[in-house]
C-alpha cells in the first residue's frame, strides 16, 4: 500500500515553456504532498507543502510564481514550471506522510531537463 | 531551522563487509527516518526511528534522541545496497510533517 504515482518521469523542454508534472495516491487520500527538489549529487531540498483545498505553503527562496502547485483533490497534486531555465534543470519528487506504518511515500522522481 | 549531518559521505564496501552511517541532528526531534535512494532515484523507506532501535533484515538503526544521533547500521552489505542513504529529521508543524534532509551517504558495494 501507500503508492505515489509520479509522471512524467523524465521531460525536456525548450527554455520560455512550461511543464507540469503530476503525482498521484493511488490507494489513500493525500491531504498533504511534499514537493522536492534534487540537484545531481546533492540532498532532497523541500519546495513546498500542498495541502488539499488550498494555498501551498513555499519555502523561503522559492518563487511561487514560477512553481505553480495546485492540490484540486485528494488524489492528485501538480507541480508547474513555468517559463522554464536551464537552471530549473533538475530530480523533482513528491511524497506524503503517511504516518507512523508506512512514513514517507514517495513519487518515482521526473528528471526535467531545460534545453 | 535544523541542520542535519551525515557521515560519511562516501563509502566505499567490498560485498559481505558491514558498515555504519551516522546522522546527527542539531535540535529536538519527534521524527526520524532512514532513506535509501537507489542508481535510478526511487527513495524507499528504510525506518521511522525518532528513538530506539529498529531492525529489519539485514538493516537495523539506532537513534538516541536526548544526544541527537541515529546509527544506520547495514551487515553482510550486497550489490544491491549501493546507492544513496539520507537521515531526515522532523517536527510536527501546522502545515504536515515535513523533513529536513542530511547531505547522505554515498555507498558503493563492490562485488
Known amino acids: 500500500g501507500a503508492v505515489v504515482s509520479q509522471h512524467p518521469s523524465w521531460v525536456i523542454c525548450k527554455s520560455g515553456t512550461s511543464v507540469k508534472i503530476e503525482c498521484r495516491s493511488l490507494d489513500f487520500q493525500a491531504t498533504t504532498m511534499f514537493w522536492y527538489r534534487q540537484f545531481p549529487k546533492q540532498s532532497l531540498m523541500l519546495m513546498a507543502t500542498?495541502?488539499?483545498?488550498?494555498?501551498?505553503?513555499?519555502e523561503q527562496g522559492v518563487e511561487k510564481d514560477k512553481f505553480l502547485i495546485n492540490h484540486a483533490s485528494l488524489t492528485l497534486s501538480t507541480l508547474t514550471v513555468t517559463s522554464a531555465h536551464p537552471e530549473d534543470s533538475s530530480f523533482y519528487i513528491c511524497?506524503?506522510?503517511?504516518?507512523?506504518?508506512?512514513?514517507?511515500?514517495f513519487g518515482s522522481g521526473t528528471r526535467l531537463t531545460v534545453v | 531551522g535544523i541542520q542535519v549531518e551525515q557521515s560519511p559521505p562516501d563509502l566505499i564496501l567490498q560485498e559481505g563487509a558491514n558498515s555504519t552511517l551516522r546522522c546527527n541532528f542539531s535540535?529536538?526531534?519527534?521524527?526520524l527516518q532512514w532513506f535509501h535512494q537507489n542508481p535510478w532515484g526511487q527513495l524507499i523507506n528504510l525506518f521511522y526511528?525518532?528513538?530506539g532501535t529498529k531492525q529489519n533484515g539485514r538493516l537495523s538503526a539506532t537513534t538516541v534522541a536526548t544526544e541527537r544521533y541515529s546509527l544506520l547500521y547495514i551487515s553482510s552489505s550486497q550489490t544491491t545496497d549501493s546507492g544513496v542513504y539520507f537521515c531526515a529529521v522532523g517536527v510536527v508543524e501546522a502545515a504536515g510533517n515535513k523533513l529536513t534532509f542530511g547531505g547522505g551517504t554515498r555507498v558503493l558495494v563492490k562485488p
Open positions: 526511528i525518532p528513538s
Open positions: 511524497s506524503s506522510d503517511r504516518g507512523l506504518i508506512y512514513g514517507y511515500t
Open positions: 535540535d529536538s526531534v519527534n521524527n
Open positions: 500542498s495541502n488539499e483545498g488550498s494555498k501551498a505553503t513555499y
